[in-house]
């Protein structure tokens, strides 16, 4: 056969690693063509469905009248917690304490107790508000900050990590000194929804197109609820519009709804609630109360730490143990503690049970952390970044964390170093100092804060991958892996790894939906972990691909395997050159394998939960970044002037990806540490429940100069996907950096002498009561 010769002068492929390449559904978001679940087709008769929610936080249905409900126009059925066929719970972590609808009792204001299938959504809608229901009220639990953690109950066992005698040397330290902080819970706000569709199938079988991160425990979650093995349930997701965590379980409730609907029915049935009752019925990033207890010496250097994290967790475990879990391994954040020791108190409470939210508990670990370095600061009178400073990760001596795993890949302090030169951070400071001092009104305040974030599930379990490649004959390549797309361009990453094994261009890489009926098994899209474990499983599936062609082209072409390379769009086979879609077909003919199951598994790490010691992370994630603003102490108002980060990625699969995480991460941690305010009243009704009543940051919110840069010098020490590393949660932490920066605004009133200790979410309204406070209290001295 005589080989085709293809064009020598393409010597790089299109859309490799390391290379920027566009989101793949970017121009879709943009002209509107990109399909999300309620832009489907909808089935001939498909049913709509909303959920009845309850009124009380706290009580026993004593009466429930639905006959008005069943009546009302338009209503096909009204399911309830006997409905449900199998198993009425949907609790990610096996406790049982999470009903898919309630039955007999109601723990929070907004928990769902039947749902309307009806017509049209409009019908189903209207149908709810008819529903009689009676209790009998319970005490109610709403905010932590009236709980007695002593006898108080909690969702899950709590953790203690400890090294070193906290308490002795503490007590032992020539200053300590102790504190209280706030920090509030979030939103996750997503442009879509959440959103379910079930199609009823023959026999047992129902498909549920489901806006999850976790396709696999949906598949799961429905198969118990309908009391069906979990080979007759079918979940798949194109994209999301957003997930952040809070699409990991919370997207069980209405899949499971849905198809029980449509399978008792015989008919589709979408779900897709209104977002104030999403708001409502869904859970939040967890709030914190943080104590701590820090001894350390007048030049600032900390001897000993003791911290509590007590969250509000909701009503159900959730994800609360580990999240609380995620807040502890990051209460040192870049900081060697030489003595330490933290608890977390996973609280219940008659509220929506919180759940996952980028970063996992891990930024309000990091909060604490860069209290405990302030409080230090403004007791020695030094400048914060100096104490940060001389109090990283640093020698064999200093490089141990509080859950005993040794950091070995640290690199803050060149991090640091770079960004303190690049965005002139010390003059920019003596700036803002002869500023304040000739300012009545106008305060400006600018801080520099670390992030060192730690990369994997702590479940163990959760840290593998599956993936399926088929290369066509036509040498086009269809790619499926369990992760899912909800923005963050996942899903053109692991195009990319595809299209650099086989050296094609990446359009001739399809991305296909991600459904359990192709990739078993698989882990959330979460925990930063989706390029590194997907992009590694995919990796697998076309390297045994690729070797059985290099096996093929040396047997057929009667050459050694060395002599067979890859080249791109074509391979070399000796002294010759073949089009890699000739070597495809050729390789067909003959019969050759041209389909491969791929897997992943991340290597090194273990975890004992109840010793508190292991290595649960892969490694860590490095960045720093400088914020500066202004405020104006007589309304609290506040403007952020500038923000620099400098961010590290390993050996980035796709900077122009990665540089958008980045932003986007830092405005949405800026949104939660100053605006997103989320307020519960004593009835444990949430307040803060639509746009009206919930700011998340504008356009207009953003730092008036935003620069942000990418470390170009560092590579992953460990073999990750093209030494890449991961860059989804770890941004969203450089934002402490905008909370600090008002906190330094508001102490200048009082010459920098007192600790603001300013509370999260720092919103104008706090930071004028603050302002007013250090005044008040500079004067009393």
Known sequence: ???????????????????DQRHDSAHKHVNGSAIYIDDMPEPAGTLHGCLGLSTVAHGTIRSIDLSAVRAAPGVVHVLTARDVP???????????????????????????????????????????????????????????????????????????LSRGDAAGVIAKAPRRLTGRMRVGGQDHFYLEGHIAMAVPGEDDDVTVYSSTQHPSEVQHM????????????????????????????????????????????????????????????????????????????DDGKIHGVDFSYAARCGFSSDLSGPVTDRALFHCDNAYFYPAVKAVSVPLYTNTVSNTAFRGFGGPQGMVGAERVIDEVAFATGKDPLEIRKINFYGTSDRNVTPYHQTVEDNIIQRIVAELEESSDYARRRRTNDAFNANSRVIKRGLALTPVKFGISFTATHFNQAGALV???????????????????????????????????????????????????????????????????????????????????????????????????????????????????KQAYMARI???????????????????????PFYYFAYGAAVSEVSIDTLTGEYMVERTDILHETGRSLNRAIDLGQI?????????????????????????????STYKIPLASDRPKIFNVTLADWPENNEPTIHRSKAVGEPPFMLAISVLHALSDAVASVADHKICPRLDAPATPERVLMAVERLRAEAARK
Not at 117 to 146: F, G, H, M
Not at 542 to 558: E, G, Q, S, V
Not at 666 to 691: N, S, Y
């Open 86 to 160: 199998g198993e009425n719970d949907i609790s990610p972590t096996g406790r049982h304490d999470e009903p898919v609808l309630a039955d007999g009792k109601v723990e929070f204001f907004g928990q769902p107790i039947f749902a309307v299938i009806a017509e049209t959504r409009e019908e189903a809608r209207r149908a709810c508000r008819l529903a009689k229901i009676e209790y009998d009220e319970l005490p109610a639990i709403v905010d932590v900050a009236d709980v007695d953690p002593k006898g108080a109950k909690l969702v899950t066992p709590p953790l203690t």
């Open 1 to 19: 056969m005589t080989a085709h010769q293809p064009d020598l002068k393409a010597e790089k492929i299109s859309g490799g690693v390391a290379t």
């Open 663 to 691: 932003e986007g991460g830092f405005i949405q941690g800026m949104g939660w540490l100053t605006t997103e305010e989320l307020v519960w009243d004593e009835k444990g009704r949430l307040r803060t429940h639509a746009p």
């Open 222 to 297: 429905v198969s118990h609820a309908l009391g069906v093995p979990s080979h007759a349930v079918t979940v798949e997701i194109r994209r999301m519009g957003g997930g952040f965590g809070g699409k990991e379980t919370q997207s069980n409730q209405f899949a499971a709804i849905a198809a029980i609907a449509a399978k008792r029915l015989g008919r589709a049935v979408k779900i897709r609630p209104d977002r104030d009752d999403d708001m409502t019925a869904t859970g939040k990033r967890h709030d914190f109360l943080i104590d701590y207890e820090v001894g350390f010496d």
């Open 470 to 584: 088929h290369v066509y004959t036509d040498g086009s390549v269809h790619l499926n892996h369990g992760g899912t797309e909800m923005g963050q361009g996942l899903y053109v990453k692991v195009a990319q790894v595809v299209a650099e094994e086989f050296q094609i261009d990446i359009d001739q890489v399809k991305i296909t939906a991600t459904t359990t009926g192709k990739v078993p098994n698989t882990s959330a899209t979460a925990a930063s972990s989706g390029s590194d474990l997907n992009g590694m499983a995919a990796k697998n599936a076309a390297r045994t691909i690729r070797d059985r062609l290099a096996d093929f082209a040396a047997d057929k072409y009667a050459v050694p395997l060395d002599q067979i390379e890859f080249l791109p769009n074509r391979v070399r086979i000796g002294n010759q050159q073949v089009a890699f879609a000739d070597l495809v």
């Open 593 to 615: 394998q041209l389909s491969a199951a791929g897997f992943y598994k991340t290597p090194k790490i273990h975890w004992n939960r109840d010793k508190g010691q292991g290595h």
